[in-house]
Structure formats: structure tokens, C-alpha cells
């Protein structure tokens, strides 16, 4: 194989999953129980015999830095390529945050050429799929390809959220779209997955940067090369998602708890690595019960838990019941606390008897009326839930809430409602 | 002060039965997903000590890949960390035989010990389960100047037979150390923990001591005399699990409400090298209380007072109840398992009944060892569909299904192949 370098896009925001990427960027928002959402790009790298792997960071960067730290879980703490996080950096006459994807990856186009890549395969840290990048690599080298776009279909109502293409019977890409308002243009979506010839890719970065602040690929480096050079779709088929949504961060994660989940967590021919925390096994109480979830290591039920996912280091009192939700690392549940359909960030405590996701009501959250609004109440971190009170649906409540924060509410936080102050 | 830890590993075990026929005793998985060195080794780290050797003699390759460069422990060191330390072929003259006993392996690697310029040796068990803060046995050991300092707790007077009895003055040094013996007014054990200064154990194990092989059965017997030799009272948790019974035992003791082995103190991890799996799964007719679930592991059926390892499987309508089943156990549909440790990769047939009957005959090849009607399967033993297997049974590792009578195995059997 090629000399190739894989980049991984993380430094996006995702402001749609409200609370749950204040702290910390999209990539490591803790998902299916033991995992970060960047594990599974990580993972596909190092099962693919990529070792040489660059992380740009840009919003909070903290937890994701923590999470990689030299690389270990993935075997990529290595002499030579292993794992790079690059940080934004001021330069000489350069003082501003990187604009788009393609500018990020202009920025550090040193660390390119310092890798002397032949190939640089750019990866999104966003996305839960598993994926073989070697047959894609084979693919661009047979094609003569100077670029290769990862394709696959999407709904037709999906199609404004993606960049489509139309391409010929070779699988060239004759036309690209940037999440395009019309849905006439076809279904073939890019997944955000490119690989470029490194020269060709710095030559095109150098060039259309000086057109474009905000560089992005989808916007401007792709269609720019359609006409002039040699563009092509690999088409991957298989599982492949964007928990971009409350809502689809809840079903996504949900959906490992079918009989057939969405992806085989437990392949020994495709591990999916994480940052693992060293934890005693789960301990079920004789009163514990469980059905139809997942519970890492470390979690202790002593109450009942249903169709739930949860983090390790979890302990539901006695009495308590938990339904329908996701519950992250060390999140502690009081005796009698009832939570239905709630999504709790880590290390959140939840008072004794109190109720989340209460009553009928299923009012949008005011402050977030698009993004929470199919009745999932979220928790931010570290949030300290008063006993014995009553929380609707669709609620926020921010990180490190306080009972104080609660003060206002008196016994009940109704539907829609946000404790706290959100930033 | 440098201390050097020694963790005797080379141990076969022969009272884990088939458990311990192709591994350590160090090695045995506890507790779902530790082994038992782990409990040693963590307890090193967590006092501070990262200068460890392991000494390995009976079949180590087990232990070798459990700890290999000792990542887990935050043991792959540049200076210090862990060595395994194999039996090697000495130089002509020298003699060429195995090691005959903990003294005389230590004496095996007098030159690692040496190398490490430790002042003292801290000379450990691979096969206890304890926490302990070792530095507290060093405190006492430096400010009395002792030459060897005993770790040693209180045990009931009906266990002195199988330990090291110790008699202590008031000021803590020790005036007596009988071996195992039949008879004996202490009540105080050895823990076979013993802090030695580095230049007394190797002039004396070199010296006076030569012919002295064993540390419990005739060095600190004959040190009491002519040595400053002092005890270290423990107080905590300890469990030598060196019989199926207390192996059992031990590892159902985690399952009560407050154990008296806290697992869960985040000041004290034990550190082991985990599976990468994903977490548990427990399927919506499954009923799992009363239970230690490992990561990996997927319940669909029931499964009650157990030490479930990671990647356990059990079948819609199974049973599983006060058993242990190491890694990777698939028990199929409608089996029932009653008091049975099941190695790893055992493959408990559908419909296969174990411990189903009263009958509790000992086991007739080892009546001493396995009489309270616990069954022991081999690693990777596959048992057949619908048997009926009784207790106190003995199964031999690796046997495929169609080994076994058609009528079953019945209770104090032992099926070799």
C-alpha cells in the first residue's frame, strides 16, 4: 500500500445536539455505552492498516483531547506516524480560526508534507459506520482517480443535507451539488470521506485559497475539480450514520439494544476500540432488573432499568426505574427517581423519588424548538437534580445545574422548559 | 528507599484442579474479569512500588500474555517496571534444575536482584486476593531495623493447618514460626508477604541458608533464631483461594450488598487487561439479578447469583445459578447450570442438565478436594446436548461432545477423555 495519511475532521461543533456538545466537541460525545463517536473513524483507521493519523481540533477540544491522548487504545502511540491532535495556531499575518474543512486542512498542510503521504484520506470524526478504507484506496489507484468521494444513497427527503452528485457509468462524478434545495439532482450523497493524491491536494489548496476564506471541500475544492481533473464516487454500502439530532443520537444509540443491531460491536475481526476507564464488572442487586440494554462495566442496578443504554460506572438505587433513556458515565440515579425517555450526560446525579420525563405534555423546548422537540428531556453534565420533584418532556437543563437553578421551578419543571442558563 | 517487589508466580495449583492444568495459579481468572496476580500486582502500583519481578515457572504462557509489558499497570517502565522472569539453564557447575521452592527461586535471580539495587525486597504471592497498602509493612519493617518482616493476619483456629503459624512478642518480633502444623495455640498466620533488607536476603540465602529452598518451610523457621525478624498485623480482606472451596467462595462473596473485597473504591483500583468488548446485554426476557456481569456478555435467559465472565453467552430459557463461567461460556438454550465453574470457552449443550440431583458424592479420584458439589468443566470442553451431569464432577479440558456417555456423569465422576 501507498504512503497514506489519514485526516480526521473533529473539530465541529454540533450545535444540534444541544447540552450534549457544550463541553465538548461532536466527536466525543459519548455514545452505545462504552464508545465516543470519533472510536468508530479511529477504529475503521487502524482495522484498515492506516497507522498515520492527524485529529484537527478546533471547538472545545478538552474531551477529545483527553479521550486520544497518545493514541494508546488504537495502538497508535508509535515511533513513527501514530496519532497527531493539531490544534488551530497563529501564524505570521494568519490569526484566525480555521474557516471550512478544506481550510483546516489547508492550515496544516505542513504536517503533509512532513508525513511525505502519497495519499491523504480525509475522514470526518462525526459519523458511526465500520468501514474497510482499503478497497476505496484500491479503487482511487485504479481509477487514476486525482480524487475519490465516499458515496452512498440517501433518502430523497435527506438530500438537502448532504453534497450530491450525478456521475456516469464509469462512476465519475459529472456534476456535485452542495446540499441542494431541489430534490431533482438524485440520491448519491457524499459521506464526507475523500481521498486525494497529497500533491494534487496541497496544489488545489494552495489555489483555492486565495479565493476563499472559508474553503470548505463540499463547497468549493470538489466542484472546482469536477471539470478539470479526475473526480470519482467509490459507492459504500452498509450502515452508515450521522447522529447529527437529539432525536437520532437517541435512536441511533437505542438501536444497538434490537436483537439485530445496526453494527456488530463485538466482531473480533473489527474491534472497535475506546478509551476504556478500568472498571470492576456490572453488579446486579437482588432486586436489579434488566431488559433489553446495555450496562458497561462498573455499573451497579439495584433498581429496574428497561430499553436502556448505560455508561460505565451507573447506579440506580433502589426503587428507581429507568426507561427509554441513556444514561453516561457515573450518572447516579436515587432511590424511587423514575426516568423516562431522558438522555443524561455524565456524572449527573438524579435526587431521590424525583420524576423525569413526566406527564403528557409533549411542548417543544423554547429555547431549542428544532432541535428538542420529540419529547427526549436532556440533563447536561454534572447537573445536580433536587429530590422529590416532577420534570416534562423536551426540558433542558444545563451542565453543573444546581439545586439553586431548580429554585424558580418550585416542584415542577414543565414540558419545554430549560433550568439554567444555556450559553 | 528503593524497594524492589518479587511476585512468586511459578506456582502450579495443584487445588484449582483442572483450572490450573494449563495455567498458573497466578493466572486464574477471579472475579469475572481479573486474574488473580492482578490483585498483587495492583496493589504495587497503587503503594507506589513500579519495580516488580514475576517469577514463573509452571506453565506461564497464560501469565505471560496477561501481563506482557504491563500496560495495564502503567508497568511498561523505562526504568523499573515489570520483568518476567523465566527459569533459565545456569552455567556449567552450577546445577541445572528447576527451582525448588519460593527461596530458591528468588535465590535463581540473585543477579536481577542485584541489577536492581533495591534496599529492600518486598517478596509477594501471585495467588492472594487482598488490597494492601504495602508501605505500611515497610514503615514497620524499617523502624524496627528488622531483617525480615512477616505480613501476618488472624485466621480461625480451624485453619491453622493449612498456613505458616506465627507467634509474636509484644514488641512485634517474632519467637516462633511453625509450618502448617497439626496443633498449635496461635491464632496468627503468615500471609507469605515478607519485606527481607536486600543485603541480608542475599547473604544469608547464599550463606547459611544455601540449602534452604522454601520461605514457609525452612528458611524463616530457621531466620527466627538468629535474625532480626518482626510482624506486620493486617486487618483487611485476604483470601488464599488455593481450593475449588475457596475459590468459590471467594468469588461469591463479591456478589453480597457491602463485600468485604470493595471492588468499586476508585482509590484503589485493581488494574487487569481488559477485553475491548462492548457493554452487556441483557435481552428483554432475560432476569439477572443478584449477579457480576462482565462487559461482552449477552443474557438472554436467567441467571441468578453468578460471576459471569466477558463474552458469556446464555440462551433464551437457560438457567444459570451460584456458578462462575469464565470468558467466552456459551450455555445453550434450556440448559440448567447449578454450581459449576465453567473455564473458558466451554460449550454448555442446549437442554444439558448440571447439579440437577441431591446426590452429593465426593469426587472419587479426589475426595478432599471437591466434596461440597461443585462441578469444575475444562477449558474449551464441550458438553454434550440434554446430558445430565451430577456434582463434584471433575471435567477434563479441550473434549469434544462425543466423549461422554449417553447416560450422563453422575456425581463424584471425573471424565478424562
Known sequence: MSNVLAIIMAGGAGTRLSVLSEERSKPAVPFAARYRIIDFTLSNCVNSDIYNIAVLTQYRPRSLNDHIGVGKPWDLDRARGGIRLLQPYQARGREQWYGGTADAVYQNVDDMREQRADHVLILSGDHIYKMDYRPMLKFHQEKNADLTVGVMNV?????????????????????????????????????????????????????????????????????????????????FEGYWVDVGTIQSYWETNLAFLEPTPPLNLDDPSWVIHTKSSERPPVKVGLQGQLHRSMVANGSNI???????????????????????????????????????????????????????????????????????????????????????????????????ADEEAFKPFGDIVPSGATVGVRK | MNILAM?????????????????????????????????TLSNCVNSGIYNVGVLTQYQPRSLNDHIAIGKP???????????????????????????????????????????????????????????????????????????????????????????????????????????KPKRTRSTTASMGIYAFKRSFLQQWLSGEGLTHHDFGRDVLPALIKNARVFGFNYQGYWADVGTIQAYFEANMALLGETPALDLYDPDWVIHTRSEERPAVYVGANARVDGNLLCDGCRIDGTVTRSVIGPGVYIAPGAVVRDSILMKDTYVGAGALV????????????????????????????????????????????????????????????????????????????????
Open chain 1, 155 to 235: 433518502p430523497l427527503a435527506e438530500t438537502d443535507r448532504f453534497g450530491i452528485m450525478s456521475v456516469n457509468e464509469d462512476m465519475r462524478i459529472r456534476a456535485f451539488f452542495e446540499k441542494p434545495k431541489k430534490r431533482d439532482k438524485g440520491t448519491l450523497a457524499s459521506m464526507g470521506i475523500y481521498i486525494f493524491d497529497a500533491h494534487t491536494l496541497a496544489e488545489q489548496l494552495e489555489a483555492e485559497s486565495k479565493n476563499h476564506a472559508d474553503l470548505d471541500f463540499g463547497k468549493h475544492v470538489i466542484p472546482g475539480m469536477i471539470e478539470t481533473m479526475r473526480v470519482y464516487a467509490y459507492p
Open chain 1, 302 to 400: 439495584r433498581g429496574r432499568v428497561e430499553h436502556s443504554m448505560l455508561s460505565p460506572g451507573v447506579y440506580v438505587s433502589e426503587g428507581a426505574v429507568v426507561r427509554d433513556s441513556i444514561l453516561m458515565n457515573d450518572v447516579w440515579v436515587g432511590p424511587g427517581a423514575v426516568l423516562d425517555k431522558v438522555i443524561v450526560d455524565k456524572g449527573a446525579v438524579i435526587g431521590a423519588g424525583t420524576q423525569l420525563g413526566f406527564g403528557k405534555d409533549n411542548k417543544a423546548n423554547e429555547l431549542e424548538p428544532d432541535k428538542i422537540n420529540t419529547g427526549i428531556t436532556v440533563i447536561g453534565k454534572g447537573a445536580h437534580i433536587p429530590a422529590n420533584i416532577s420534570i416534562g418532556r423536551n426540558v433542558v437543563i444545563v451542565p453543573r
Open chain 2, 338 to 417: 447449578d454450581r459449576v465453574i465453567t473455564d473458558k470457552r466451554v460449550v454448555i449443550g442446549a437442554g444439558a442438565q448440571s447439579g440437577v440431583d441431591g446426590d452429593n458424592t465426593p469426587n472419587q479420584l479426589s475426595p478432599t478436594r471437591l466434596n461440597t458439589g461443585i462441578t469444575v468443566i475444562g477449558k474449551r470442553t464441550q458438553i454434550p446436548e440434554k446430558i445430565t451431569l451430577g456434582r463434584n464432577v471433575e471435567i477434563f479440558p479441550n473434549l469434544p461432545a462425543s466423549v461422554f456417555p449417553k447416560e450422563g456423569v453422575k456425581s463424584g465422576e471425573t471424565v478424562t477423555g
Open chain 2, 73 to 179: 499497570w502503567d508497568l511498561d517502565r523505562a526504568r523499573g517496571g515489570v520483568r518476567l522472569l523465566q527459569p533459565f539453564q545456569r552455567a556449567r557447575g552450577q546445577g541445572g534444575t528447576w527451582q525448588e521452592g519460593t527461596a530458591d527461586a528468588v535465590r535463581f535471580n540473585f543477579d536481577f536482584i542485584a541489577e536492581n539495587n533495591a534496599d529492600h525486597v518486598l517478596i509477594l504471592a501471585g495467588d492472594h486476593i487482598y488490597k494492601m497498602d504495602y508501605n505500611a509493612l515497610l514503615r514497620v519493617h524499617t523502624e524496627t531495623d528488622a531483617d525480615v518482616t512477616i505480613g501476618v493476619r488472624s485466621v480461625s483456629p480451624f485453619d491453622t493447618h493449612r498456613f505458616g503459624m506465627v507467634t509474636l512478642d509484644s514488641d512485634g518480633s517474632v519467637t516462633q514460626f511453625e509450618e
Open chain 2, 7 to 39: 511476585i512468586l508466580a511459578g506456582g502450579e495449583g495443584r487445588g484449582l484442579g483442572v483450572l490450573t492444568s494449563h495455567r498458573a495459579e497466578a493466572a486464574v481468572p477471579f472475579g469475572g474479569k481479573y486474574r488473580l496476580i492482578d490483585f
